[in-house]
């Protein structure tokens, strides 16, 4: 739980960008975001199974560590203090969930001369309604923190990763703004902006025409039914044929714009 509580909290906290760091508000906010993740991750591992907390616990043992976070030590933040108040309150109020098993000892009949110790045992059986509803819960939970917990994972690479260019060290947030600036980026937008366009207008059957044409491995075919003979024909003839259709179908041929 204690390990979970600062993996949690130092990836909320490094999340956020450095500039944040100078206000004393956006501080104060970093550092109760990164309190209530780790008493998340104290709740969850200390609730795998049979046992059972009110998040309520372990988010005071957290929050009773803002201050050391807030204060930033020697410029780093003390997570250990309230990964440990957490992991301590969840233990000192954690209890066990008896409708967990299926099988409860309720009482045991001591032994006696006359007859053996009995013990007396009841079975829960769980509805499968019961346990679907149980089951999806926990799948949406858990869906849930694994989608924030990858917004705040990549926020935290994005805003921390270097990356060594020409032998100098570049954070990956200034290489991406740099793109984003570059004569590529522009020329990357342009295309797409082309195909959004031709998309609007021909639509998904269109770009998919296209396509098939681009790589198109019969095209050679294409063009000799274009020029009208035969597959094989060798280059001189292509050449008469095409010089033969570029008078036939010349501009300058014809004095009607429409025909033009």
């Known amino acids: 739980q204690y390990l979970t509580a600062i993996f949690y909290g130092s990836i909320v906290y490094y999340a956020f960008p450095e500039q944040w760091l100078s206000s004393n508000s956006k501080s104060f906010f970093i550092s109760l975001c990164s309190t209530?993740?780790?008493?998340?991750?104290?709740q969850l591992m200390g609730t795998l199974g049979p046992r059972r907390c009110p998040f309520f616990w372990p988010l005071l043992g957290a929050c009773m560590g803002i201050p050391f976070l807030f204060i930033r030590i020697y410029s780093s933040p003390s997570l250990n203090i309230s990964a440990f108040l957490s992991s301590l309150l969840f233990e000192w109020k954690v209890d066990w969930d008896?409708?967990?098993?299926?099988?409860?000892?309720?009482?045991?009949?001591?032994?006696?001369?006359?007859?053996?110790?009995?013990?007396?045992?009841?079975?829960?059986?769980?509805?499968?309604?019961?346990?679907?509803?149980?089951?999806?819960?926990h799948y949406i939970i858990f869906l849930s923190g694994l989608l924030v917990f990858s917004i705040f994972a990549s926020s935290a690479i994005y805003q921390n990763l270097n990356v060594d260019i020409n032998g100098e060290k570049v954070k990956v947030k200034d290489v991406i703004t740099d793109f984003f600036k570059s004569q590529t980026y522009q020329q990357l937008r342009h295309v797409l902006l082309e195909i959004w366009t031709f998309y609007l207008t021909h639509g998904l059957t269109g770009i998919w025409t296209e396509i098939w044409r681009t790589f198109d491995f019969e095209s050679d075919k294409q063009a000799f039914e274009l020029l009208?003979?035969?597959?094989?024909?060798?280059?001189?003839?292509?050449e008469t044929k095409c010089k033969a259709l570029a008078?036939?179908?010349?501009?300058?041929?014809?004095?009607?714009?429409?025909?033009k």
């Open 36 to 42: 209530i993740s780790m008493a998340i991750g104290v």
């Open 247 to 259: 008078r036939k179908w010349h501009p300058d041929r014809f004095h009607d714009i429409e025909a």
């Open 98 to 137: 008896r409708n967990y098993f299926d099988t409860v000892v309720v009482s045991k009949q001591p032994k006696t001369l006359s007859k053996p110790a009995t013990t007396i045992v009841v079975k829960h059986q769980k509805t499968p309604l019961k346990r679907r509803e149980n089951t999806f819960k």
């Open 228 to 238: 009208d003979l035969e597959p094989g024909t060798n280059q001189k003839q292509i």
